[in-house]
């Protein structure tokens, strides 16, 4: 019995000890789990605060990359390195500038934490073609005694030299265009509406659009205008003229002629944007006829043509097409309206032009040929006695050998070749330029100033007897600008063989502000730089500045004395005079003066000039990556 209950007494103590076995293995485990969950949490929160600074650093960087961005593409100050706080965060900027190309990266740190993010701007550029050493409008060209071109010269005006002529010379061609009126035959300048040309809009495809008019008298056309502004970067487009076929365009075989749209010329705000045609045929008031801009279809770049739903112009009316020359396209009202006008102005002939008392080493063409010396072919409609007997029998001062020059008339006036800088380019630069900041006028800068981009709110004088001013981007001065004599003007090295402009324009005043003197040996240098020890421009690597004024006064706009030197002037709607041995690499003007021993020089490869802004120029982004 005893040992009955011995047994049932170790059962019992040998359960309990199991239990308690139990219960401690079930206690383990559950800290051997919880540990686990807990060592989970702690990994995960760990890795959840590594993961959340690693964002922020991230924003941080973009941050920074975007605050670079700004800051480069408005003028503002920025050095090599920046730091930014971001919230918590930091981001470190560094910038690296090679050539045309800027690499911006951004490192954004938190706590143990970075992300670095990497950009590239691209400097594009707005071109302007120079085709001629010297390019004039209406007003023309005067030449004295011993003034010189080097080069060829287009001239929508006479190009005359009338006492004191010895010596009085251009070295290459001379083309004087056939007069254009001074003012619209037909036109409509109202504008309520935006049409879109070169692109597929809601299932319309506005490929090509199109104004129709009736001209006022028998005439030649000359140019018209057309009011637009542009989306992305189009190519140049066709504009064509084209007589009416039953309410619509006529075919290709209606074409009367046509000339280039040169999108270096739109930007993206609306402006008048003027086109030459490559001939100038006669347009008769019995007739109706179309202007069409002939584009590509593209979503990304096209162009926009402002135009009215009012009926401005009564004696047309607007269309569009997706192919204008394709078999018989379709051709819809803009609008769905017959009272839709375009904005347009059509310019018609004027009086006859003429070359008037000068040597001519090339070919001449003009409507008229006058006391003048051509030592190449003569193209004309009228020419004098004098100028015939030595265009048959040519001596000194021609080149040698003596070629006689062969006579082709009757022979169509050259057409009419708008400026190369339009109203849209001049407001797009001085946009950027304000953007840089403003300064009060009149602003007589120190020795050494750099400036640009930048607004001067008054006079600009560079007076300073033999000091030295680096230009960094536009410069709109909103008054006068004088260079002193033996100043140096020279173009920031970091532009490369791009150019920049600096602007004389008073909007409010151009009949009395807004000029340009240049006095005797001044430097104006590219970014090739100055050579202190010989006194003149480094070798030119195809940068330039270009001064430019507005002024439309009876004054000189622009006025050059002895012995300037080395950059591109245009007066876009005064007179630029050039005095005795000052020279230029290149002039447009509506009217220029060559004084007695001035001289212009046309640089080879100037012809297509590369600006670091303007309506689609400035820094782009090419690339945009993170690195690390």
């Not at 003034?147 to 290459?172: E, F, P, Q, R, W």
């Not at 037909?186 to 001209?215: L, M």
């Not at 006058?370 to 004098?384: E, H, K, L, R, S």
Request: include cysteine; charge should be negative; glycine fraction near 10%.
């Amino acid at each position: 019995m005893k040992n009955k209950r011995k047994n049932s007494k170790e059962k019992i103590q040998e359960g309990g000890f199991a239990t308690i076995v139990g219960v401690m293995a079930v206690l383990s485990l559950s800290l051997i789990f919880g540990g686990g969950f807990l060592y989970t949490t702690i990994s995960s929160t760990k890795s959840l605060t590594h993961e959340i600074n690693s964002e922020q650093g991230y924003y941080a960087s973009e941050a920074g990359i975007e605050d670079a961005i700004y800051r480069i593409k408005n003028g503002k100050n920025i050095g090599s390195q920046t730091v930014l706080s971001v919230g918590s965060a930091v981001a470190t900027t560094t910038i690296a500038t090679i050539g045309q190309i800027k690499t911006i990266t951004a490192e954004g740190s938190l706590a143990s934490t970075m992300r670095k993010v990497q950009t590239e701007l691209e400097l594009s550029t707005e071109q302007a073609d120079f085709y001629y050493g010297v390019q004039i409008g209406a007003g023309g060209l005067v030449m004295k005694q011993n003034s010189v071109v080097n080069g060829s010269i287009y001239s929508d005006g006479d190009i005359t030299c009338t006492s004191s002529c010895a010596g009085t010379k251009i070295l290459g061609d001379a083309w004087v265009a056939g007069g254009v009126a001074p003012s619209a035959d037909q036109q409509s300048t109202a504008t309520t509406s935006d049409f879109i040309v070169g692109k597929t809009i809601s299932g319309n495809d506005q490929w090509d659009g199109a104004q129709s008019f009736i001209p006022g008298i028998d005439s030649p056309i000359t140019k018209v205008s057309l009011y637009l502004k542009k989306t992305g970067n189009p190519p140049d487009a066709t504009v064509r003229i084209i007589k009416d076929k039953t309410g619509r365009p006529g075919g290709s075989s209606d074409q009367v002629t046509s000339g280039t749209l040169n999108a270096a010329s739109v930007t993206t705000n609306y402006g008048w944007i003027d086109v030459g045609f490559s001939s100038n045929p006669t347009i008769v008031t019995s007739k109706t006829y179309w202007i069409v801009i002939d584009a590509n279809n593209d979503a990304s770049n096209y162009w926009t043509w402002g135009y009215s739903t009012a009926n401005p112009y009564a004696s047309g009316q607007g269309k569009y097409s997706r192919d204008w020359s394709v078999g018989s396209p379709t051709w819809n009202n803009v609008n769905a309206s017959t009272n839709s006008d375009m904005a347009f102005k059509v310019y018609l002939g004027g009086v006859p032009t003429k070359i008037d008392g000068l040597l001519v080493t090339g070919d001449a063409r003009a409507n008229t040929i006058m006391n003048a010396q051509v030592c190449g072919d003569a193209y004309y409609t009228a020419i004098d006695s004098s100028s015939l007997t030595f265009l048959n029998s040519p001596g000194s001062p021609c080149p040698l050998p003596y070629t006689p020059g062969t006579a082709h008339t009757p022979a169509a006036d050259p057409p009419t070749i708008p400026m190369a800088i339009s109203q849209a380019n001049i407001d797009a630069w001085e946009t950027q330029a304000t953007a840089g900041g403003v300064i009060a006028g009149p602003y007589a800068p120190p020795n050494g100033t750099t400036l640009g981009p930048k607004k001067i709110n008054g006079d600009l004088n560079l007076t300073t007897n033999g000091a030295i001013y680096y230009i960094n981007g536009p410069v709109w001065v909103v008054g006068n600008i004088t260079i002193d004599n033996n100043v140096k003007v020279i173009l920031s090295p970091g532009f490369g063989t791009l150019s920049t402009v600096v602007i004389a324009d008073n909007p409010a005043q151009q009949s009395t502000t807004g000029t340009v003197l240049v006095q005797n040996g001044v430097r104006i240098c590219g970014s090739a730089g100055y050579n202190a020890g010989t006194n003149t421009c480094n070798p030119s690597n195809g940068s330039y500045i270009m001064f430019l004024s507005t002024y439309n006064g009876t004054d000189n706009a622009i006025a050059l004395k002895n012995n300037s030197d080395g950059a591109i002037f245009y007066a876009s709607a005064g007179t630029l005079e050039i005095e005795q041995t000052a020279s230029a690499k290149q002039i447009t003007g509506y009217k220029v003066e060559l004084e007695n021993n001035a001289a212009i020089t046309y640089e080879s490869g100037l012809q297509s000039v590369n600006f670091s802004s303007g309506p689609s120029a400035g820094w782009k982004i090419s690339s945009w990556k993170e690195v690390q």
